[in-house]
Nanobody
Framework: QVQLVESGGGLVQAGGSLRLSCAAS????????MGWFRQAPGKERAFVVA????????TYSDAVKGRFSISRDNAKNMVYLQMSSLKPEDTAVYYC????????????????????WGQGTQVTVSS
């Protein structure tokens, strides 16, 4: 079992920055690939970024590439999402997720590949 708790969401003006954190509890955090997804009102949950269990590989959606950065600290059971140059279209509930990668140091980019999800944190970007 892995439990995930997001924090750091809030209201920010367009062009601003925000850092989201995801705290994980579990015995085998290092073995999980991690990712961030987001869901805007009336829209489907969308992939944002993923990181492999070692942190050696990352995958970014085209929508956030160059603006967002994911990182993880396995010693602290933490994963982070640094968001910069925020746009109103970034407004959504952001979820962190953990998925088993069977030992392979790969990223998971589909929501159905993830086993555990946090409760989400709201990010609102004003224009």
């Amino acid at each position: 079992q892995v439990q995930l708790v997001e924090s750091g969401g809030g209201l920010v003006q367009a062009g601003g920055s925000l850092r989201l954190s995801c705290a994980a509890s579990g015995r085998t955090f290092n073995s999980y690939a991690m990712g961030w997804f987001r869901q805007a009102p009336g829209k489907e949950r969308a992939f944002v970024v993923a990181i492999s269990w070692s942190g050696g590989s990352t995958t970014y959606s085209d929508a956030v590439k160059g603006r967002f950065s994911i990182s993880r600290d396995n010693a602290k059971n933490m994963v982070y999402l640094q968001m910069s140059s925020l746009k109103p279209e970034d407004t959504a509930v952001y979820y962190c997720a953990a998925g088993r990668s069977r030992g392979w140091d790969i990223t998971l980019v589909s929501d159905y590949e993830y086993d555990y999800w946090g409760q989400g944190t709201q990010v609102t970007v004003s224009s």
